[in-house]
């Protein structure tokens, strides 16, 4: 998956969660999850999309692993619904698996860019994800 396609892929869950929550906020319990839920789904794409403008390895790191913590929430608050039953059928479950596969991708991407990271630090190269040292 290229990073054009990650970034439309989380700007569609994103969208996809917002509509959730909105159906999600009409139960008085549910309010406050369904705000941080929706303040979860959506920062996953901008601070992935952050990341892909970074200024340098480390920078991109940084963001990439703070939208790591925010699909890592998103699923989180997924077993929370799921768990208290706020909200029931394919649509939640649909949700809760994209979420899911997104930390799965994410972690691993943010995994992957450390260990570049460190092989090139030994190297003497810490600049932007795909750049060469010149």
Do not use: H
Not at 85 to 94: D, F, I, K, N, P
């Amino acid at each position: 998956m290229t990073p054009e396609e990650l970034k439309e892929r989380l700007t569609a869950f994103g969208i996809d969660v917002v509509r959730f929550c909105r159906q999600l906020r009409a139960l008085p319990e549910a309010r406050s999850i369904a705000a941080q839920l929706s303040d979860c789904g959506t920062a996953i794409s901008s601070n992935y999309r952050a990341a892909c403008r970074a200024r340098s390895r480390r920078e991109f790191i940084s963001r990439l692993a703070v939208a790591v913590e925010e699909a890592d929430e998103a699923v989180g608050w997924f077993k929370i619904v799921r768990g208290a039953e706020l909200a029931t059928g394919s649509e939640v479950t649909r949700l809760f698996q994209e979420a899911q596969e997104i930390l799965s991708i994410l972690a691993a991407s943010r995994r992957t860019a450390e260990q570049r990271d460190r092989k090139n630090r030994t190297v003497g190269s810490a600049g932007p994800p795909g750049r060469q040292a010149t």
